[in-house]
């Protein structure tokens, strides 16, 4: 009766992988972890970022976005390239013109 089957098989595979790949990246650090002070909000400069990664059929492209916790200014800003080297170097580029401290009429 095994002839019969798919490639000779006496049971038939599944085609997915029945164990689950697990994370491609590690786990970082949780936000959970952070200190208190920054839970507050009351301090400048205590930024959060995100990256958001599409397809690569689509191509190389993701979008970095930056959002101060006490003023909720926002940055986004494209990268064309996937590699870490790139992403670190265009961030430093858009972060270097920004001010170390608020303005006085941004303040809530």
């Not at 959002?67 to 996937?82: P, Q």
């Amino acid at each position: 009766m095994a002839r019969h089957l798919p490639h000779r098989r006496k049971k038939r595979q599944p085609r997915r992988r029945s164990t689950p790949r697990g994370l491609v990246f590690p786990p970082g650090r949780s936000i959970h972890e952070r200190p208190d002070y920054v839970k507050t909000r009351e301090t400048f400069g205590e930024w959060e970022g995100d990256l958001m990664i599409f397809e690569r059929a689509q191509s190389k492209t993701n979008v970095a976005s930056l959002v101060e916790r006490k003023t909720r200014f926002a940055v986004l800003f494209r990268n064309n390239d996937r590699s870490t080297t790139h992403l670190m170097n265009r961030l430093m580029d858009v972060m270097e013109p920004l001010p170390s401290q608020p303005a006085i009429g941004i303040y809530p």
